[in-house]
């Protein structure tokens, strides 16, 4: 036999059993966005490179996959010109596509492209794959699906509120306990702004996510030593120093900051969210973490992830917003909010957990074995009968030995064997075989599609 | 403003509106191929150009579309090599990955990757995109999704019959009457072997598809024009005369074949189909096609195409079966049968017929408008009540003017509005406006939720 066939590295095929599970997912996901009113869309895998270069950074046009032009890609190039101009120049001579790295700039693009016949608020939610040349490891892929939400077009808070509903909603359907860990952009800067080091966001969130393992002389020595003053040291202490319920550390925080528009705008941001959420009763807990501090260059207002409880992982979600979506494509001015849920972190938490329910783990409920053509055509129209109920069900193709049919039905998970031999068929009967108890009962098709749906 | 982005030419953006169509069809396929038992997989977008190459003919490798190799993709090629080898070899130097061109070669590939791991029959069905570098014109993209189920390592006749009841319980379900037309390639190749013309069998079809159009005599003179003798059209006369039921069909053309064992083998083949498939009562027609000659290569027995009776397009549906399908990948013998539908064009036939059901237009189905913040509050207790019925629900994020509201509700198609203003929420109630008889009630939301779930 000739070399068995493979996939490039870093994507994967995806197994039935493991399809299952990744419907049960994305369809819970899915379903929860659509209940606050999300509607979904979709853009292709090729996007223009003009649309996805610049956006990522300049490592991030490094992972983009790029598509070669088709026919004579070399047409226009001189011989020696595309060696002349280095790998990145001439990738850009001889592709003019590239496969979406994300959601996010598809997003805008498609914002922008059909601004005219959007209504805003919009509210939109995408599932699709993404792509990037990373090097694969453990946990990173160069295929893998995002799941996200945003609301653009609207500045309310109102929206930040909505989404960690759907945070909870979607976490509680799942049965993973997780804490949701909110922050603010404008708390960051105000605090940044206070002890005078604008621009050591990063070394100062840094600094209080050390606080536990390596406690507060130990931050103290760390931050004098990246660098920043022995007065701004002495102006954090405060804030180093934040304990209680969200709404103490708010208030902490709102004194240390009252010099800081726009750190007390961050903390009223904060306080309206946690507040406007104590009526809607979560099951899951929100804290207010000062160490998140994602995407700095993109977020401006409230920022937020999400952690399991019980397993250890990074972050399963992570959202945000952003005061500038499409100004990249030369529409400024339009705020959102998103969400996005990582999918493959979540796959592996419901693993870890064992948390699947039965649906997503069994696909044939009924499986008919086949004793020959005589036998195999009764069960055709019973198998109808069953299915026009609902069930799940299947004739075996061929009438093998009995041990290997029955050994499918072991393989599929199929709950329920249906038996028509001769005499079942005489009788116009089937003998059903439990396949967990192994009891055995001769029924109707009827009696025996009431007890598997009972 | 700068330039509006686009997207590459053949691909599309797909709208929410779009969208909820486009999973109305997908679901109800993968809902109908989950109930005879077929379960999900999926592969990458990205193959290994090994993988893709020499699968679909010379035209084919033109139309597969390369991912250029990611960091200096010119290493190893010396200044001059790439132009004079040519576009087609020097695609190959750069690039190792393709993007899949169908379902079909991944599946072979996918059978063969994981065999070891795979119990027989295997019933897989997979619902992904595909690309090829196609001219793009009316109906035709470069990026389109196949939804393709086949059965795997079973030559029983009975899998044909199970995926006509697929194709009848699908087009059932949407409400489309089709007529499923069944050929045999065995059939089409005892007739060119009694005839005389082994090799004829795509002359033959064309000249049998055109009798309705120009004619017996005509057909007769084109037959002779390509190069049939006088004594194989005479042969074929009775095919081209053949009238009556399916049965009376197969009759004719037995008695035609009676010298031609592989004839008559076809001929016992769609027998077998159509006669067991009589007692599961399809609502659907389904006809002897002898017309019908898809895929010569690679289809061996029983191949079928479903037509809409209602809309003038072509094919909507179509498969066959294969006798080998990875013997390209070395692992020779596995026969098959399998069923693609054809998303896009069921998508143009339900929008020309507009059968599609009032869930596939609709997305919120009650929106809350805002007031202000007490009264906003209220509502997004109110909402929860009304998504914990599962009732999708929105809040209006933003307490503008009551006309952008509304327009907001039209826009979407929003069935019911809640106003909840001072008098309302002093009340502890909502006034749920129906949006499509106008009538106004005061209700308390649990009362609004049995209205609109009822």
Same mark, same amino acid.
């Given at each position: 036999?000739?070399?068995?066939?493979?996939?490039?590295?870093?994507? *994967? &095929?995806?197994?039935?059993?493991?399809?299952?599970?990744?419907?049960?997912?994305?369809?819970?996901?899915?379903?929860?966005?659509?209940?606050?009113?999300?509607?979904?869309?979709?853009?292709?895998?090729?996007?223009?490179?003009?649309?996805?270069?610049?956006? +990522?950074?300049?490592?991030? &046009?490094?992972?983009?996959?790029?598509?070669?032009?088709?026919?004579?890609?070399?047409?226009?190039?001189?011989?020696?010109?595309?060696?002349?101009?280095?790998?990145?120049?001439?990738?850009?001579?001889?592709?003019?596509?590239? !496969?979406?790295?994300?959601?996010?700039?598809?997003?805008?693009? +498609?914002?922008?492209?059909?601004?005219?016949?959007?209504?805003?608020?919009?509210?939109?939610?995408?599932?699709?794959?993404?792509?990037?040349?990373? *090097?694969?490891?453990?946990?990173?892929?160069?295929? /893998?699906?995002?799941?996200?939400?945003?609301?653009?077009?609207?500045?309310?808070?109102?929206?930040?509120?909505?989404?960690?509903?759907?945070?909870? @909603?979607?976490?509680?359907?799942?049965?993973?306990?997780?804490?949701? #860990?909110?922050?603010? *952009?404008?708390?960051?800067?105000?605090?940044?702004?206070?002890?005078?080091?604008?621009?050591?966001?990063? $070394?100062?969130?840094?600094?209080? $996510?050390?606080?536990?393992?390596?406690?507060?002389?130990?931050?103290?020595?760390?931050?004098?030593?990246?660098?920043?003053?022995?007065?701004?040291?002495?102006?954090?202490?405060?804030?180093?120093?934040?304990? =209680?319920?969200?709404?103490?550390? !708010?208030?902490?925080?709102?004194?240390?900051?009252?010099?800081?528009?726009?750190?007390? #705008?961050?903390?009223?941001?904060?306080?309206?969210?946690?507040?406007?959420?104590?009526?809607?009763?979560?099951?899951?807990?929100? @804290?207010?973490? !000062?160490?998140?501090?994602?995407?700095?260059?993109?977020?401006?207002?409230?920022?937020?992830?999400?952690?399991?409880?019980?397993?250890?992982?990074?972050?399963?979600?992570?959202?945000?917003?952003? &005061?500038?979506?499409?100004?990249? /494509?030369?529409?400024? =001015?339009?705020?959102?909010?998103?969400?996005?849920?990582?999918?493959?972190?979540?796959?592996?938490?419901?693993?870890?957990?064992?948390?699947?329910?039965?649906?997503?783990?069994?696909?044939?409920?009924?499986?008919?074995?086949?004793?020959?053509?005589? @036998?195999?055509?009764?069960?055709?129209?019973?198998?109808?009968?069953? *299915?026009?109920?609902?069930?799940?069900?299947?004739?075996?193709? $061929?009438?093998?030995?009995?041990?290997?049919?029955?050994? +499918?039905?072991?393989?599929?998970?199929?709950?329920?064997?249906?038996?028509?031999?001769?005499?079942?068929?005489?009788?116009?009967?089937?003998?059903?075989?439990?396949?967990?108890?192994?009891?055995?009962?001769?029924?109707?098709?009827?009696?025996?599609?009431?007890?598997?749906?009972?």
């Amino acid at each position: 036999m000739a070399q068995k066939p493979s996939i490039p590295k870093g994507t *994967r &095929d995806f197994s039935a059993a493991e399809m299952a599970k990744r419907n049960y997912i994305f369809d819970t996901i899915r379903s929860v966005y659509a209940l606050y009113g999300f509607r979904q869309i979709e853009t292709p895998a090729m996007e223009n490179l003009s649309t996805l270069m610049g956006k +990522y950074g300049e490592e991030g &046009d490094k992972l983009l996959f790029k598509i070669l032009n088709s026919g004579d890609f070399l047409a226009g190039t001189m011989p020696n010109e595309l060696h002349e101009m280095g790998a990145a120049r001439a990738a850009a001579k001889v592709c003019e596509k590239g !496969l979406r790295y994300d959601l996010t700039v598809p997003f805008a693009r +498609y914002v922008v492209q059909h601004r005219e016949e959007l209504q805003m608020p919009f509210k939109r939610y995408q599932i699709q794959p993404v792509w990037r040349a990373d *090097r694969p490891q453990k946990g990173r892929y160069r295929e /893998f699906y995002q799941c996200d939400a945003d609301v653009v077009g609207s500045d309310s808070l109102l929206n930040e509120v909505e989404l960690m509903q759907i945070v909870d @909603e979607v976490f509680t359907r799942f049965g993973i306990r997780v804490c949701i #860990k909110i922050n603010n *952009r404008k708390i960051l800067a105000g605090i940044a702004e206070t002890i005078g080091a604008p621009d050591r966001i990063v $070394d100062i969130t840094v600094a209080i $996510d050390k606080l536990d393992k390596i406690g507060l002389e130990k931050v103290n020595e760390e931050l004098l030593a990246v660098g920043l003053t022995p007065e701004s040291v002495e102006k954090l202490q405060p804030i180093l120093a934040l304990t =209680g319920t969200n709404e103490e550390k !708010l208030d902490q925080i709102a004194a240390t900051l009252s010099e800081s528009e726009t750190g007390l #705008k961050g903390v009223e941001e904060v306080r309206f969210v946690l507040e406007t959420l104590k009526a809607s009763a979560l099951r899951q807990t929100i @804290e207010l973490d !000062l160490t998140l501090a994602r995407g700095l260059n993109y977020y401006t207002g409230c920022i937020f992830e999400v952690k399991a409880l019980d397993v250890q992982i990074g972050s399963i979600t992570g959202g945000g917003r952003y &005061d500038n979506l499409t100004g990249i /494509f030369g529409m400024p =001015g339009l705020s959102g909010v998103g969400i996005s849920f990582g999918a493959d972190r979540i796959y592996d938490v419901l693993n870890q957990l064992d948390l699947y329910p039965a649906e997503a783990t069994t696909s044939t409920t009924l499986l008919f074995i086949n004793f020959g053509t005589a @036998e195999a055509a009764a069960c055709l129209q019973m198998a109808q009968v069953a *299915r026009r109920s609902g069930i799940s069900t299947e004739v075996y193709p $061929d009438a093998v030995k009995m041990k290997k049919q029955m050994s +499918y039905a072991n393989a599929q998970g199929v709950p329920f064997v249906a038996l028509v031999g001769e005499t079942e068929l005489a009788a116009g009967k089937l003998m059903l075989k439990n396949m967990l108890t192994g009891e055995q009962q001769l029924l109707t098709i009827e009696e025996a599609v009431a007890l598997i749906a009972g």
